[in-house]
């Protein structure tokens, strides 16, 4: 697989307000019903975030659905967590891939970030799918 990005299989948004969450539109992986049988990676982005407070978080989390409609987090796949720290802006920048063998036909990714954060809106965070 040479994970090459196709500019129809991004989605980015908005991270949310604190307290609040924020989810890109969802993939549609195909499959009908069923679970994937084909290996596709998808690769999650957060730029730095110059506003996030010391100690709290953003939590980005891949989550699957049979129906477009009712999401889950998608076990085991670990979420993707940035933390703040005493210096504003060094909130490091986080990529991650994952394999989504075994999700449902639909997947997006959603951010929560916690009710303290700051306020980061002014940053997106980046969902693609790699084929």
Not at 60 to 66: G, I, K, R, W
Not at 117 to 128: E, I, L, R, Y
């Amino acid at each position: 697989m040479r994970n090459i990005q196709d500019a129809l299989l991004t989605e980015s948004i908005a991270v949310a307000a604190a307290g609040a969450s924020s989810s890109t539109a969802s993939f549609n992986l195909g499959g009908a019903d069923d679970a994937v049988t084909e290996v596709v990676d998808l690769q999650i982005d957060l730029p730095v975030l110059p506003a996030l407070v010391d100690t709290e978080t953003v939590t980005l989390t891949v989550e699957d659905s049979a129906d477009n409609s009712s999401f889950a987090a998608l076990a085991p796949l670990a979420t993707l967590i940035a933390t703040g720290t005493l210096t504003p802006g060094s909130a490091a920048a986080l990529t991650r891939k994952v394999k989504l063998l075994g999700a449902r036909q639909y997947v997006r990714v959603t951010g929560a970030v916690s009710a303290t954060a700051g306020d980061n809106t002014g940053v997106s965070f980046t969902a693609k799918i790699l084929t």
